[in-house]
């Protein structure tokens, strides 16, 4: 069982910048992968970015690539998302997950899901 709470989130300008944390509590983060996942209103859940274990892959959604940095410290069973050059259109509820397994673009393939951070970008 694995708990996670995001944080970080907050209102900006454009082209700010934010960090958002995702703390884990329970057993064996490092085995995990990571992901974030973002839902505008209105809109359905997306994908933004994934890391695998160790840290040794890391994938994006078009949309941030270039702008986004995700990271992971397994001796704090913390997961990152650095936020560079922020658009009003990424405005959304932020949520980290974690999954068994390799580095999947699916919101239901990822077993464990934090209760989101809102980021709202002011244009």
């Known amino acids: 069982q694995v708990q996670l709470v995001e944080s970080g989130g907050g209102s900006v300008q454009a082209g700010d910048s934010l960090r958002l944390s995702c703390a884990a509590s329970?057993?064996?983060?490092?085995?995990?992968?990571m992901g974030w996942f973002r839902q505008a209103p209105g809109k359905e859940r997306e994908f933004v970015s994934t890391?695998?274990?160790?840290?040794?892959?890391?994938f994006y959604a078009d949309s941030v690539k270039g702008r986004f940095t995700i990271s992971r410290d397994d001796d704090k069973n913390t997961l990152y998302l650095q936020m560079t050059s922020l658009k009003p259109e990424d405005t959304a509820v932020y949520y980290c997950?974690?999954?068994?397994?390799?580095?999947?673009?699916?919101?239901?393939?990822?077993?464990?899901r934090g209760q989101g951070t809102q980021v709202t970008v002011a244009s």
């Open positions: 890391i695998t274990r160790s840290g040794s892959s890391t």
């Open positions: 329970g057993r064996s983060f490092s085995t995990y992968t």
């Open positions: 997950a974690a999954r068994a397994g390799g580095a999947y673009y699916e919101w239901t393939s990822y077993m464990y």
